[in-house]
C-alpha cells in the first residue's frame, strides 16, 4: 500500500477547472512533485517543489498544499490532458520517495 | 538535448536475473541523481531507489533491498539496474528517470528514459 494516497478516478469538462489531491503524513513536510502519464508513455514531470513548472509545460496546470494534502489544478482543462497524474514525495521517515497509485483523468 | 536510451526488452524465467542500461547523454552525467521506478501492467508507478554516479553510493526502496543492485559506469555515463532471483509479479516496465537538481537530491524526476518492459514467465 501507498503513503500517499489519490482519487481512483476524476473527470472533468472541456475547458473547466479540476483539482487532483495526494493526502499523506509526509506531505505536511515535503512538497510533492506531479506527473502526467498517456497510454504507451513514460510518465512526464508537471509540477514539483512548491508549485514550479518545467519548461514547455502549459501555465494551466499549478500546485499547492494544505496539511497533508497536496493539490494538482488543471485551470481550463483540455482534451490532451487526458491521462494518469501521479503524485510523488518523500515517504514519512523522509529516506526514500513513494508515489500515490494515481488518478485517471476523464476530459468530457 | 538530455537523452537517457534504455535497453531493450527482456524475457526471462522465474529465478533468473536481469540487467537494465540507461545510457545518457547530453548532461554531466555524475551530477544528477538517478533513479528506477517500475510499473506493472495495468498499475501504477513504484519507485525503486536512486544512485549517485558521482560516488557510487545507492539508496533502495524497503522491498528491494536484498534484490537489487544499481551501478553506474561513468566512462560511457551509463547507469545500470539489476534484479535477481525473479518472480512473475516482476514482470514490469522498468524506468530510469534523472533528478531535477545538480548535485543535490530533489528527488523530482525529469526526464524519463522510454523504459524497458521486463517479462518473467515459464
Known amino acids: 500500500s501507498s503513503e500517499l494516497t489519490q482519487d481512483p478516478a476524476v473527470s472533468v469538462a472541456l475547458g473547466q477547472t479540476v483539482r487532483i489531491t495526494c493526502q499523506g503524513d509526509?506531505?505536511?513536510?515535503?512538497?510533492a512533485s506531479w506527473y502526467q502519464q498517456k497510454p504507451g508513455q513514460a510518465p512526464v514531470l508537471v509540477i514539483y517543489?512548491?508549485?514550479n513548472r518545467p519548461s514547455g509545460i502549459p501555465d494551466r496546470f499549478s500546485g499547492s498544499s494544505s496539511g497533508d494534502t497536496a493539490s494538482l489544478t488543471i485551470t481550463g482543462a483540455q482534451a490532451e490532458d487526458e491521462a494518469d497524474y501521479y503524485c510523488?514525495?518523500?515517504?514519512?521517515?523522509?529516506?526514500?520517495?513513494?508515489f500515490g497509485g494515481g488518478t485517471k483523468l476523464t476530459v468530457l | 538535448q538530455v537523452q537517457l536510451v534504455q535497453s531493450g526488452a527482456e524475457v526471462k524465467k522465474p529465478g533468473a536475473s536481469v540487467k537494465v542500461s540507461c545510457k545518457t547523454s547530453?548532461?554531466?552525467?555524475?551530477?544528477?541523481?538517478m533513479h528506477w521506478v517500475r510499473q506493472a501492467p495495468g498499475q501504477g508507478l513504484e519507485w525503486m531507489g536512486w544512485i549517485n554516479p558521482e560516488s557510487g553510493g545507492t539508496n533502495y526502496a524497503q522491498k528491494f533491498q536484498d534484490r537489487v543492485t544499481m551501478t553506474r559506469d561513468t566512462s560511457i555515463s551509463t547507469a545500470y539496474m539489476e534484479v535477481t532471483r525473479l518472480r512473475s509479479d516482476d514482470t514490469a516496465v522498468y524506468y530510469c528517470?534523472?533528478?531535477?537538481?545538480?548535485?543535490?537530491?530533489?528527488?523530482?524526476?525529469?526526464?524519463w528514459g522510454q523504459g524497458t518492459l521486463v517479462t518473467v514467465s515459464s
Open positions: 547530453g548532461y554531466t552525467f555524475t551530477g544528477y541523481y
Open positions: 509526509s506531505l505536511r513536510t515535503y512538497y
Open positions: 528517470a534523472r533528478d531535477l537538481e545538480l548535485r543535490f537530491l530533489g528527488g523530482w524526476f525529469d526526464p
Open positions: 517543489d512548491k508549485n
Open positions: 510523488n514525495s518523500r515517504d514519512s521517515s523522509g529516506n526514500h520517495l513513494v
